[in-house]
């Protein structure tokens, strides 16, 4: 079980932090992280920090896509941690 949290903590972190990063780089002009990799991290234990990083840093809030799957990925989570 410890292993399973470690994971989820580094991952949910790594979500979080590369969601600040591509706001940063939204505001800046630079090249940016693909939505397929938010999708891909969440899906894989990261989105719980995606979801907590989208209004803390006001990015993808809008795109229906992240409001809608996000949360689906979140229950699909915890339904895979029980």
Known sequence: MTIKIVYLVIINILSFILMGLDKYKAINNHWRISEYTFFGLSLLGGSFGTLIAM????????KN?????????LIINIIMLI
């Open 65 to 73: 896509s992240f409001r809608i799957l996000i949360p689906i990925f």
């Open 55 to 62: 209004p803390i840093f006001h990015h993808k809030t809008k």
